[in-house]
T-cell receptor, first 114, second 112 residues
Framework: EAEVAQSPRYKITEKSQAVAFWCDPI?????LYWYRQILGQGPELLVQ????????DSQLPKDRFSAERLKGVDSTLKIQPAELGDSAMYLC????????????FGQGTRLTVV | QKEVEQNSGPLSVPEGAIASLNCTYS??????FFWYRQYSGKSPELIMF??SNGDKEDGRFTAQLNKASQYVSLLIRDSQPSDSATYLC????????????WGLGTSLAVNP
């Protein structure tokens, strides 16, 4: 069964260090989302891609976060430098089209900044 | 600011009862409505989606949509302890790249 692949599953990093997360969406899915989820809250959209283009990054803290999807397939989310408040679950999801069809989620990366 | 609101709960029901989860949304242009289930420490997974007014049934789950009242609900019949999870409501933002707007989720506990 097709699934969204994310790595790593868990990451512990010291504050001020750089950290990167990788996501491989379901084949053929044009829309890719990166979400941040803090325990007890709903997912917060960080960035949305349509193919290789960013269509929404209004909630991405651009002074420290960056995201790319160079060939319109897999994607990388980077944080540099990491801060204690970045500790959260980072979820990648993909869908055939934006907003109208089911978004499939990867297993997520649990980030702990110490 | 377009919003999706859910009662945070926890909603506690006995095993075998009907659990009713509610969601209101602010964007009148929204066309797609999704219910996701999220177990603790896991990723959200889709339970139901609904596009048209009325009811949509899938096994023990029924989604109800009332666009005039900007209200969508999820009913779980014959609730099981395995249904204990957080239920997230998501609504598409028709005017903003069709991104999904998420509620904070309702925690459901089904007691044996």
């Amino acid at each position: 069964e097709a699934e969204v692949a994310q790595s790593p599953r868990y990451k512990i990093t010291e504050k001020s260090q750089a950290v990167a997360f990788w996501c491989d969406p379901i084949s053929g899915h044009a829309t890719l989302y990166w979400y941040r989820q803090i325990l007890g809250q709903g997912p917060e959209l960080l960035v949305q891609f349509q193919d290789e283009s960013v269509v929404d990054d209004s909630q991405l803290p651009k002074d420290r976060f960056s995201a790319e999807r160079l060939k319109g397939v897999d994607s990388t989310l980077k944080i540099q430098p990491a801060e204690l408040g970045d500790s959260a679950m980072y979820l990648c999801a993909s869908s055939l089209t934006a907003g109208d069809t089911e978004a499939f989620f990867g297993q997520g990366t649990r980030l702990t900044v110490v | 600011q377009k919003e999706v609101e859910q009662n945070s709960g926890p909603l506690s029901v006995p095993e075998g009862a009907i659990a009713s989860l509610n969601c209101t949304y602010s964007d009148r242009g929204s066309q797609s409505f999704f219910w996701y289930r999220q177990y603790s420490g896991k990723s959200p997974e889709l339970i139901m989606f609904i596009y048209s007014n009325g009811d949509k049934e899938d096994g023990r789950f029924t989604a109800q949509l009332n666009k005039a009242s900007q209200y969508v609900s999820l009913l779980i019949r014959d609730s099981q302890p395995s249904d204990s999870a957080t239920y997230l409501c998501a609504v598409n933002d028709a005017g903003n790249n069709r991104k999904l707007i998420w509620g904070l989720g309702t925690s459901l506990a089904v007691n044996p």
